[in-house]
């Protein structure tokens, strides 16, 4: 059980001369319970890359199995667009969470977009009669996200999902990232990884649609050199102690939290706090 592709490619407008590749070569596996962190500049094809693993766009050249199929079970594959609050239609909230599962003809599609807004903590009974149009950027936010999770997909692909949130918005979207974890894979695109470090099983950093880095969050904090190489920026916390680790200091681990990495800091200079 995963959804795996395997070297994608993709270019758009081909013959012309706009035409380069968008993505080159990619391959990755998503695993129910993993968080893959995908990062990268502005123009780097995660966005393409995501379109490419919901089945949205056919790849010149690589392939996409979910669970071993090569067209998965119609809504195993989920995607929560970049800004998806902008799309909003229905004339109340439980009516757009509710269009995806009805679409899939799911018997108990009223009872799906009710657990949906649960697990984005929205009362279904306080939101769900609401329009749409009149929640705030975080509650829409959920909102979209809660109509993709009505699905019930196997693997939930967010692209840049805390993107022009504040800070309630973010720890709401972030809760229920993890509570979908539980049962799901997913897939989240940043191009500020700081808060998704932390939870990524893995993180795949693009630079012109190729891979520059491809490994574990252990393996990125212990060899940062090419991630930084292609412009990407380590969190602040993190660049504290691999600087201190070039310039001499006994760093063994990299520690994300602020807290956790003063300890490190310390420690090196053979201090415990
Ligand atoms: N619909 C499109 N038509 C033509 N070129 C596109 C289109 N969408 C994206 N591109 C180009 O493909 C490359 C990758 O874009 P994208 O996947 O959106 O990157 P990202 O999401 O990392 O910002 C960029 O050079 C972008 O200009
Ligand atoms: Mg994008």
Do not use: W
């Not at 050249?61 to 800004?83: H, I, L, P, Y």
């Not at 949906?116 to 979209?144: C, H, M, N, Q, Y």
């Not at 999770?149 to 692209?159: H, V």
């Amino acid at each position: 059980m995963a959804l795996v592709a395997d070297a994608l490619s993709y270019t758009y407008e081909v013959g012309t001369s706009f035409a380069a590749p968008a993505v080159a070569g990619l391959s990755l596996t998503i695993e129910p319970g993993e968080l893959v962190l995908v990062v990268g500049a502005t123009g780097s094809g995660k966005s393409t890359l995501l379109r490419l693993l919901a089945g949205l766009l056919e790849p010149d050249s690589g392939t996409v199995r979910v669970d071993g199929e090569k067209a998965g079970r119609a809504g195993c594959v989920g995607m929560v667009f970049q800004n998806p609050e902008t799309q909003f239609f229905a004339e109340t909230v439980l009516d757009d969470v509710m269009f995806g599962p009805r679409n899939l003809r799911f018997p108990d599609a009223e009872e799906a977009a009710r657990e949906a807004l649960e697990k984005v903590a929205l009362s279904p009974d306080a939101f769900g009669p609401r329009s749409p149009f009149t929640l705030s950027g975080g509650e829409g936010r959920r909102v979209a996200v809660a109509g993709v999770l009505a699905m019930r997909p196997a693997y939930l692909l967010l692209d840049e999902p805390t993107a022009g949130l504040d800070r309630d918005g973010r720890d709401a979207v972030l809760a229920a990232i993890a509570t979908t974890r539980e049962h799901a894979g997913v897939l989240v695109v940043s191009h500020d990884p700081e808060q998704f470090l932390p939870y990524a099983t893995r993180v795949l950093a693009l630079s012109s649609g190729a891979a520059v880095f491809d490994g574990s969050v252990p393996e990125l904090l212990g060899h940062p050199e090419p991630y930084e190489a292609a412009g990407l920026m380590l969190p602040e916390v993190v660049r504290t102690q691999v600087l201190a680790r070039r310039r001499g200091a006994a760093i063994t681990r990299i520690a994300l939290d602020p807290d956790d990495a003063a300890a490190v800091l310390a420690g090196a200079r053979g201090v415990s706090l």
